[in-house]
């Protein structure tokens, strides 16, 4: 099945999915650039990282999208993905579907092979957070899915994440891009 290609800030994403995540970037005031320059890696070939993410604290985080249907990256594609990381020490976060209350596979510089370490978004510094032993705790686990996420509600999402997350979760997950509407963040 071929995604819809679609237009948000002037930016042509290759999918809905992608520009869901531009609303998202955005609401949290997050810098990003999408496929804005492409790299040639020495093992793994040509790679063009869908996401730059520049936060306040200017550290450089990449980030690729992968659709709601995938939550597993090939074996091919995390390969280029560590060596990207390790390349540009930075780290690498693997957004599957649209922006949800939920943790994503993160590629730290210089991971050994098959280790993964799982971040989430918050509004306020670091941003974006590896996920240590306390929020390992909180986390639950879908066994339809494999995916962790908060069962948070509201109330909790804005106290644990802050109000401006909880915003941009709902500013992306309905934007809505039919008949040249733009979200609003």
């Known amino acids: 099945m071929r995604t819809i290609e679609t237009t948000y800030r002037g930016c042509r994403f290759r ?40 936060p306040p604290t200017n550290e450089t985080i990449y980030c690729e999208v992968n659709s709601d249907g995938a939550d597993d990256f090939d074996d091919q594609e995390v390969g280029k993905l560590r060596e990207f990381a390790s390349a540009s020490r930075c780290k690498v976060v693997l957004l599957t579907g649209g922006p949800d209350c939920r943790a994503y596979n993160q590629i730290l510089p210089n991971s050994r092979p098959n280790s993964f370490t799982a971040a989430f978004f918050r509004d306020y510094e670091p941003y974006i957070v590896t996920v240590d032993a306390y929020w390992f705790q909180v986390l639950k686990l879908d066994s339809s899915t494999g995916r962790l996420h908060f069962d948070f509600d509201e109330r909790t999402m804005r106290n ?26």
């Open 160 to 185: 644990s994440f802050g109000r401006g997350y909880v915003d941009a979760l709902y500013a992306a997950r309905g934007a809505r891009f039919e008949h040249g509407e733009s979200p609003s963040v």
């Open 15 to 54: 999918s809905r999915t992608e520009a869901r995540w531009a609303v998202f970037f955005d609401g949290l005031n997050l810098r990003w650039e999408y496929e804005e320059e492409g790299y040639i890696l020495s093992t793994a070939g040509c790679y063009l990282p869908d996401f730059r993410l520049t």
